[in-house]
């Protein structure tokens, strides 16, 4: 079964506009941890932001921010205030239990920002 | 720091060659993992190691083989090339198992098997 699914192959957003991109998860480990990555085009992978399985407060780095609904396992990103150089691929990504070395990843999202 | 550093960028292999992807990390971490990356699947994790002369199988381990005998360096190595194994590579480290810390990648290794 997969253990992250994201749903949404590709995106467009205007620029200074919010997107969600949207990941749900499937997990029977209490213990887990929600993370975000991009990738550009130039193809390296950039962490963005994590949330525990355990925090009781959405995470939140700058314009990224995660809503985390453990109750319906989902674990959206919202990225504010989109700017021309957030076009790129974005991952979301868990490991369960304590194994933060392992990372089951979704298909991922592109998201074009347009001007 | 250099960071997670891979080579070669790029490679051509025919069907049935062998060869090594290097991975080397300068950041002192402990956990080291290899991720392949398709079309349409995201990544996947291949080995991943623990520390220094400790591996394990991830979920597509089969045709890759890996060995870690310092710190630093972590190689892949594939067997006997197979147009299957035609992907995006990534090499990665994480400094503890603790939850949180995030897994340092490296610039990917484009491989193309005909």
């Known amino acids: 079964a997969q253990k992250i699914t994201q749903t949404q192959p590709g995106m467009f957003v205007q620029e200074k506009e919010a997107v969600t991109l949207d990941c749900t998860y499937d997990?029977?480990?209490?213990?887990?941890?929600l993370f975000w990555y991009k990738q550009p085009s130039s193809g390296e992978m950039i962490f963005l932001i994590y949330q525990g399985s355990y925090d009781q407060q959405n995470a939140t780095e700058g314009r990224y921010s995660l809503n985390f609904q453990k109750a319906r396992k989902s674990a959206n990103l919202v990225i504010s205030a989109s700017q021309l150089g957030d076009s790129a691929m974005y991952f979301c990504?868990?490991?369960?239990?304590?194994?933060?070395?392992?990372?089951?990843f979704g298909a991922g999202t592109t998201v074009t920002v347009r001007a | 720091n250099a960071g997670v550093t891979q080579t070669p960028k790029f490679q051509v292999l025919k069907t049935g060659q062998s060869m090594t992807l290097q991975c080397a990390q300068d950041m002192n971490h402990e956990y080291m993992s290899w991720y392949r990356q398709d079309p349409g699947m995201g990544l996947r994790l291949i080995h991943y190691s623990v520390g220094a002369g400790i591996t394990d199988q991830g979920e597509v381990p089969n045709g890759y083989n890996v060995s870690r005998s310092t710190t630093e360096d972590f190689p892949l190595r594939l067997l006997s090339a197979a147009p299957s194994q035609t992907s995006v590579y990534f090499c990665?480290?994480?400094?503890?198992?603790?939850?949180?810390?995030?897994?340092?990648f490296g610039p990917g290794t484009r491989l193309t098997v005909t």
């Open positions: 990504a868990m490991r369960e239990g304590r194994d933060d070395y392992k990372l089951s």
């Open positions: 997990t029977s480990d209490p213990s887990y941890g």
């Open positions: 990665a480290s994480s400094l503890s198992s603790r939850e949180g810390y995030e897994q340092y």
